[in-house]
């Protein structure tokens, strides 16, 4: 006999965990809470997914001017999660981005940000030349840029620190009296005609049953789609990603920004982080001053998910990595170009063809505009998906029970009926 929920939602990634919060905090019309399940196949913070490790960026600088206005609803909950753990989730510090006016990169190019800056009045200012980017930020060497770079500074820039936001998530989740069903896949969904109720094996033979499904599997997609007949299109791939930890010398240490390179948009995007204090423990024990910098570019890309999960951090792009420090940074500013040993690390994320995210109702075919009732899906979180988690969880919560959103308009491009995201399983 299944054990009966309202809502269950597979993947306990930072997008699952603040659905399951949200979930949680809606009240049936009697007024009591939803019952709410959360399953993932390892334990919420796992050393797979996509929401590992310490560090994310937090930013307005957007080129599409919807997005800009999401991220800026999403700065207001994090902060109301803030408030409600009494913890630091945003370390904030102002931002930079640099590099060539026009490089056409998944983040649009500076110029484009620029001018919805301009259009949405969200303020900032132009560093026009290298010369002016090192007045700005002092750390960074004018030579080692080309001459053509400019830069975009901003105030409303954070690292969001990943561990704190699990435990907000988590914590809240578990104070509503969430059900987290842990170290066991979701192998089966059995859906009537018109979907709910939905009935979940998982793979230790148990049954859960629910009205309301919420899908945020990260780039184990396919394992649940199939059973509402899709899959990723041939298009979709996961990217493994390369990072490392590098020790900041004292000098710019605390003055450090936030920081993205716009470089050739082939192999040329770098970015860094200010010192959090975060980081892996044998690299922070020693060094707790150390900052995460990482390639936003990869040589390993594949649609074989087992291949993506045992692939280790790229020496190439570590090597790209130490070789850029060594002409992007004043001398001071770094103890060594090099990654401090043992805190190189991988981490993989799920790309669309056209790089965007996925997010809404799931169709009843690829392309189609006809959903399955109930139920709501994340997935090709990209590099840029965790900057939207308590916003997300909530659009997702709002899908699934609701049926519709007071985000739609700003969520149309990340819709799942657009070209090119499925084809039939
Ligand atoms: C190197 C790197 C840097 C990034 N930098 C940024 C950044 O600076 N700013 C930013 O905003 N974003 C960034 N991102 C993106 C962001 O981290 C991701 O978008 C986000 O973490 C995705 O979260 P998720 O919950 O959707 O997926 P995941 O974290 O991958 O979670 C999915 C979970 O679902 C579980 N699961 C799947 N299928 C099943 C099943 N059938 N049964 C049970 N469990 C299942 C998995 O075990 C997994 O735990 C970065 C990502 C990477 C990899």
Redesign the pocket.
Known sequence: MAVQYDVIV?????????AAYHASCRRDSQGKNYSVAL??????D?D??????Y?????VLYAPGQRARLVESAYAMWHEMEAYTGNQILAEHPMLFFGFPNSATFEGSLQAIADTMDTLGIPYDRLNSPSEINNAFPMFNPNGMPSNYVGLRQNMGAT?L?QPSFKAFEGLARDNGVKFITS????TIDLGAEGPPYLVT??DGSQIEAKFLI???????N??LKYFGLQAANSWSI?T???GYYNTAPMYRNTLPVWYEFGSAENGLY?GFQPTGQGPKNAMSEYPYAVKI?A?FTYNKTNNVATAITTPPSQDILNAITNRLGSLFQQETLSSNNALSGSED?????MNGDGD?VLGRIPKGPGSTSYWDSASL??M?????????PL?GRVLTDLAIDGETSYQNDIEPFSPSRAGVFQNA
């Open positions: 597979i993947g306990g990634g930072t997008i699952g965990l603040s399953v993932d196949q390892y334990d919420v796992n797979n997914n996509s929401s590992k490790g560090e994310r960026m937090y930013r969001i990943v066991t896949k979701a192998t998982l793979a899908l945020a599997p990260g780039i184990w997609l394992d649940t990217w990603m390369t990072l970015y990482s936003d991988a981490c993989n994320y799920s995210m994340f997935c979180a990209s590099g840029r998906g965790f900057k939207f988690t997300w």
